[in-house]
């Protein structure tokens, strides 16, 4: 297909800034997402030159794909920018998607395997994995389409891992970066993969110049796996931390890029009236003198819920000092319920979270406060009153949440963080640290946060609100772009 190199710079991502609902009349109604890419993106300004190019999600995406005109949607529906969306067959989206990305990859870098009975990789995985890489291609043949000579090109995250390989073939001329948003899995475990597509995943990778993570720890290990699978030279400073990997005469740099919360956005978003109004209504439910733990996460299986509610059952058992002292507000949203694990998962929040009201409650107090309805103002009001914020990830490439409430916090807010979750390279100094799987830990952690004084806890979230908002999206997205421009 002939088209027009005219891009200079390009975004490649599974989910783009703009999703669509088809009408019974067929008629199409556009929404705008948000974001570090969305942010990122507008830094850069409308003159850049910038294509995003993603894949139509549903039937609504789908039909805008089809209408448009080689998929370039209307910039009246993405707030100016220039996306193109890829209308992907469905079964092939689905295998790519589901299968793999979010059943194999997304398993395999956040260590939720139940080994001995899962991952089985047979006739049907072979074929998933088919359809993960036509879906790759789909994604380099438009970036390929639509970048000009010599262009950037920054792809995003696991669902993408094999396009940089892939696009290096049809454009040897273009520098290309790849980000991992997720944790990248230690060697041992990384080997969990079929030999064949875990050396395959790295090359797509190690196609690009640069590759780049949240943290220093995931890019360390990236390099391990590169150096154990592949046989790869990784390249250290003085010793220490990989800077780059080198392999079949090619060097790609590694990077780490913190991303950090959007204080001005926070701070301005949290503060309007829905917020005021559902703060007030969370504090009605707390009741007058009580303390609030927080929680505010995806049931997605890394994010550890189940024993955050564990822990909490915990702290009740062995502190009853804090019956009818606290309440335990938790947002547990439905994610992926496409899938029967992750249904099977929210059904477990649920059921855990019924059983310690019906054990502890009292006429005048409940134990746990479950929120399942995802609301975006219902999060920043709990960010705002919450005196602990829970945050124990079993792992996690970076964990956001970590890093909104300190911003947003009104009289500050002591964090109970997991070692595994990325933002503890920033912030752990000032977080009372777990151990994920501890329970019995994590509730103690809970107790001393409960008991901390308001001054300490002032303090505390003033350097984590420091540390949060220290590479903010829009900083984070060109540093990306300036790191392969150099």
């Given at each position: 297909m002939g088209?027009?190199?005219?891009?200079?710079?390009l975004v490649a991502s599974n989910r783009g800034p703009v999703s669509y609902a088809l009408g019974e009349d067929g008629s199409l109604t556009a929404k705008r997402g948000g974001g570090g890419l969305v942010s990122g993106l507008s830094a850069i300004g409308p003159d850049a030159g910038a294509v995003w190019v993603c894949a139509a999600l549903?039937?609504?995406?789908?039909?805008?794909?089809?209408?448009?005109?080689?998929?370039?949607?209307?910039?009246a529906d993405t707030g100016g920018q220039q996306v193109r969306m890829l209308d992907i067959a469905p079964e092939v989206f689905a295998a790519a998607y589901n299968g793999i990305a979010n059943s194999v990859l997304w398993f395999v870098h956040h260590l939720l395997y139940q080994t001995p009975v899962e991952p089985v990789f047979d006739a049907e995985f072979g074929?998933?994995?088919a359809a993960y890489e036509t879906y790759n291609a789909a994604f380099a043949d438009a970036l390929a389409e639509e970048a000009a000579e010599?262009?950037?090109?920054?792809v995003q995250d696991y669902h993408l891992a094999l396009v940089p390989g892939i696009l290096r073939e049809r454009r040897p001329d273009l520098r290309i970066g790849h980000f991992s948003h997720t944790p990248w899995a230690p060697p041992d475990y990384y080997r969990l993969l079929p030999d064949t597509v875990a050396a395959q995943v790295l090359r797509g990778i190690l196609g690009g110049d640069r590759a780049a993570f949240l943290t220093e720890r995931w890019a360390t290990a990236f390099a391990d796996c590169c150096a154990a699978v592949l046989g790869a030279e990784?390249?250290?400073?003085?010793?220490?931390?990989?800077?780059a990997v080198r392999f079949e005469g090619r060097e790609t740099l590694l990077g780490v890029h913190g991303?950090?919360?959007?204080?001005?956005f926070l701070r301005q978003r949290s503060r309007q009236a829905d917020v005021d109004e559902r703060l007030t209504?969370?504090?009605a439910q707390i009741g007058p003198g009580r303390k609030s733990i927080v929680r505010v996460d995806r049931t997605e299986l890394s994010k550890n819920i189940v024993r955050g509610l564990l822990a909490y059952r915990r702290l009740l058992e062995t502190h009853p000092e804090w019956r009818e002292r606290v309440v335990h507000v938790a947002f547990a949203y439905p994610s992926r319920q496409d899938l029967t694990v992750y249904r099977d998962y929210t059904e477990r929040v649920r059921l855990i979270a019924d059983e310690i009201n019906a054990e502890y409650g009292t006429e005048g107090w409940q134990p746990v406060a479950l929120h399942v309805k995802d609301d975006f103002a219902r999060s920043l009001a709990a960010y705002r009153l919450a005196d602990v914020a829970l945050v124990n990830p079993i792992r996690d490439g970076m964990n956001l949440v970590a890093k909104e409430v300190p911003v947003v916090s009104e009289q500050g807010c002591a964090l109970v963080l997991s070692r595994e979750a990325g933002a503890y390279a920033e912030l752990g100094e000032d977080a009372l640290v777990v151990n994920p799987y501890d329970v019995e830990a994590t509730a103690e952690a809970l107790h001393e946060a409960l008991r901390m004084g308001d001054g300490e806890r002032a303090e505390r979230t003033k350097r984590l609100a420091a540390a949060a908002t220290a590479l903010p999206p829009q900083a984070w997205f060109l540093a990306q772009l300036r790191a392969l421009e150099a």
């Open positions: 088209a027009p190199r005219t891009a200079q710079i549903g039937d609504g995406d789908r039909e805008a794909a089809r209408r448009a005109e080689r998929g370039h949607l209307s910039t074929a998933q994995w010599g262009a950037v090109v920054l990784v390249v250290r400073e003085g010793g220490g931390a990989a800077t991303l950090g919360a959007d204080a001005e209504n969370l504090r």
